[in-house]
């Protein structure tokens, strides 16, 4: 007769290898985990899986850029001037968008990075705290597996913006036919050994030390969730984690056949997990709302499994 233990274990093999299955069907690779925050017990699919992360590097930046104003070391009140005509940071929200010259305080800065991806923003930021820099205090706090190593500017000069509109699905094409099984990539962007990059596992610990106490300054921690809870792109894991009982921090990432989302989720009876989805698809296509549902499925149904187990 099988032990409780045992038939919980079958019970996970057999969701995980379902869950992979779809993934499978619908053209989708990824790097999931799911952790309790409570008890540290987690469930995943290939989590350590490294992916070139695009704007996932938000959330070490804004971090940084906090830990660095409370040191003393920028002002978050510190102003910006933007010249919209000196901007070259691609980006279909924010300070691309500007048509006439403002000033913003490095903190308003952070607040565009995170609730709208605003990428200039985001390069603002990183012309005060390098990648270099944010990379080393992030494995200072003891996180080893993100690498920040590029501006956010960058991820604007892949073959999609070579392409006419019509004709994108060509650039998606190449980029799908062109990676290795090393996760390498003749686009530099995509390639996970020159471009920003992590997996689910490290974006959880980052997450973990964010939630839970860690290295990090407290305070620091806690501007970091508010942040990432006024994010406003949730169209893509929060249609499956928020509700009026459970509160979903989060940030995306999105480049070329990329789609990612990390966050938080707060249940009303005192439970919270961290959820991490980085996947790649292979399907030709730049809008894929069925991408996107279903990697929100299947993180949900890993939620639902640890939750369940407690």
């Not at 040191?71 to 300070?95: H, K, M, N, Y």
């Not at 290795?180 to 995509?190: F, I, K």
């Not at 974006?203 to 921690?221: E, G, N, Q």
């Amino acid at each position: 007769m099988r032990t409780l233990r045992q038939t919980d274990a079958v019970n996970t093999e057999a969701l995980l290898a379902r869950l992979r299955d779809e993934l499978d069907e619908g053209g989708l690779r990824g790097s999931f985990l799911v952790r309790d925050l409570a008890s540290g017990r987690e469930i995943g699919i290939e989590p350590d899986l490294e992916f070139a992360t695009a704007s996932l590097v938000k959330v070490p930046l804004m971090a940084v850029t906090q830990d660095r104003i409370r040191r003393g070391e920028l002002d978050g009140a510190q102003q910006v001037e933007i010249e919209p005509e000196r901007i070259d940071t691609a980006g279909p929200t924010g300070l691309s968008r500007f048509r006439h010259p403002a000033r913003l305080a490095v903190a308003d800065l952070m607040y565009l990075a995170s609730a709208i991806s605003d990428s200039a923003a985001a390069d603002q930021l990183f012309a005060l705290t390098s990648p270099a820099e944010v990379t080393r205090t992030v494995r200072e706090w003891g996180i080893t597996g993100i690498s920040v190593r590029h501006s956010v500017g960058e991820l604007s000069d892949t073959p999609v913006e070579r392409f006419a509109a019509a004709d994108v699905h060509l650039a998606h094409s190449l980029a799908i036919g062109a990676v290795t099984e090393g996760q390498g990539h003749p686009v530099r962007q995509l390639d996970v050994s020159r471009a920003s990059s992590g997996s689910a596992r490290a974006f959880a610990d980052l997450l973990t030390a964010l939630w839970t106490p860690s290295k990090i300054d407290p305070d620091v921690s806690a501007r970091v969730r508010e942040l990432m809870g006024d994010n406003l792109l949730r169209q893509r894991l929060a249609p499956d984690f928020a509700s009026d009982s459970a509160k979903w921090s989060s940030k995306t990432g999105t480049l070329v056949n990329l789609r990612h989302e990390i966050g938080v989720v707060e249940h009303s009876d005192g439970q919270s997990f961290a959820v991490a989805a980085l996947t790649e698809s292979r399907v030709p296509a730049a809008i894929q709302p069925e991408a996107e549902i279903l990697m929100a499925r299947v993180a949900r149904s890993l939620r639902d499994h640890l939750r369940a187990r407690g």
